[in-house]
């Protein structure tokens, strides 16, 4: 990795506290892949000599980048950017028969097209041009002859022209590292929003149960490091079939 020669772009602003406006190049960094998700960065006092900082000063840094979940701390190894697909699972929302079952559900392709997204896409992947094309997955998640969960998903087609071609050839379990090793798309941030609702023709019979039968919609929003929008998600289980748990210290 080349070591910038200014480390500090003009454009911060300089009246923020020093660690804010390192944490914020850090950022940036994270953000273009200098330091790619599950890489290490280089050390504190390597970071702090090349910003010409305190070492606690570079610390502060780190660790608002930590807080944040953009970088995590690996006692005795390091700090590594976060890969965000090993936290972000939808399946902690599931109850599974088998309450010891580790292994990931398969995943089934139902639909799959690339089209100028509807107003309520656009809007939710921050897309600027009604001309943007969105690409749009409907699949379920199952073990064995058992549903559970079905996923609508859409993405802004620009910064995933590669994933289309691959989904039509398989159906990888998990989306996330699709994400990064075809697309260069790290997701960073998810935001889920839990309601109440009923499932529509479609997703009950794909459960096996009646329409309208009542559901938990979990809708969410996945941003990139960067904080741009990078995928729209509702995912749908039967409220028998929900489990959600949460740790509160």
Known sequence: MNTPS?????????RLPRHIQVRDELMRRVAERVWKAGEALPSEDKLATEFSISVGTMRKAIQALTQEGILE????????????????????????RDAERQEV???????????????????????RSASEKTLYIHR????GDEVVLVEHIWLPSKRFGKLEGHLRRESPPLLYPVYDMLCGVVVSKAVDELSVGSLSAGDAAIFGVKPATSSMRIERTMRDHGGAVVEWRISFVPCDRFHYTVEIR
Request: hydrophobic content about 40%.
């Open 6 to 14: 200014n480390p500090l772009p003009t454009a911060i602003d300089q």
């Open 105 to 127: 559900p398969i995943a089934k392709i139902l639909a799959l097209q690339t089209a100028t997204g509807d107003e309520t896409a656009r809007r939710k992947l921050q897309l």
């Open 140 to 143: 379920s998640r199952s073990y």
């Open 73 to 96: 701390r690996v006692h005795g190894k390091g700090t590594f950017v976060t890969r965000a697909h090993e936290r972000a699972s939808m399946l902690r929302f599931v109850r599974f």
